[in-house]
């Protein structure tokens, strides 16, 4: 395994993309991995555009693809598009903001390199891990969603609505995926398990929340989405 595709899905996130691809650019890799960095931004309509397109003439030497949505499809869609576009044997989701701290992508990748997960997740609720203290029926909502993925899917993770999610390549681009939003993170999570011997690892990992006057998006329609699309999904064959 030679590179990690990091996919990164952004709307208007002009204060906070540049600081994040720093964060990219200076985390070295286990095995020497080179890293891929795939920027898809979903039809911003602040300054995100310019910022990344500086960043990108700043940094010659950084591998990043830059591609845009020419309206606003959601987070999902832009996801879809990162995933279609990578080239890496492996890939992780990072969002633009500075919620998840790439300094941790070697946790995430050791149980792939080690030969033993084909898919690992980032759990914000395992783990001695930095946790910043915000919302309690977020937190509520997160593992009542994670219960009721865990029980149609039979699986046993902590932390299903995660960004950090970590990939062969080849099996997500493998999955047909139709979620545009944040039905994104049910819809994966119940078609991977439904893959014969798929190897799922979770690991604890360090989650650096934001407010919704810092930037956070996800609302509680997005929540009722999510258990819709684990009722959905569950039932569903790969399709």
């Excluded at 891990?129 to 994670?146: D, E, K, M, S, V």
Aim: charge should be positive.
């Amino acid at each position: 395994m030679k590179k990690l595709s990091i996919i990164i899905p952004a709307y208007n996130e002009a204060a906070t993309i540049h600081l994040i691809l720093n964060k990219v650019k200076e985390v070295v890799l286990l095995n020497d991995l080179n890293k891929e960095v795939i920027l898809v931004n979903d039809c911003s309509t602040d300054t995100t555009e310019e910022q990344i397109l500086a960043y990108i003439t700043a940094n010659p030497k950084m591998n990043i693809q830059y591609l845009k949505h020419d309206k606003n499809r959601g987070k999902g869609a832009a996801l879809h598009t990162g995933i279609k576009n990578a080239s890496g044997d492996i890939l992780i989701i990072q969002d633009a903001d500075l919620e998840y701290d790439p300094e941790e992508y070697n946790i995430l990748l050791k149980p792939i390199l080690n030969g033993h997960a084909d898919v690992v997740y980032g759990s914000r609720f395992m783990g001695g891990n930095a946790h910043r203290i915000l919302f309690f029926w977020h937190t509520i909502g997160n593992h009542f969603l994670t219960f009721t993925s865990n029980m149609f899917n039979n699986l046993n993770l902590t932390d299903m609505e995660t960004c950090y999610k970590m990939f062969k390549r080849e099996i997500i681009q493998n999955i047909p995926l139709h979620e545009k939003r944040f039905g994104f993170e049910p819809e994966v999570t119940a078609k991977i398990s439904r893959i014969k011997n798929i190897r799922i690892y979770e690991v604890g990992i360090s989650y650096y929340g934001r407010t919704y006057a810092e930037g956070k998006k996800i609302n509680w329609k997005d929540g009722f989405r999510a258990l819709y699309c684990i009722m959905k999904y569950s039932f569903l064959k790969l399709k």
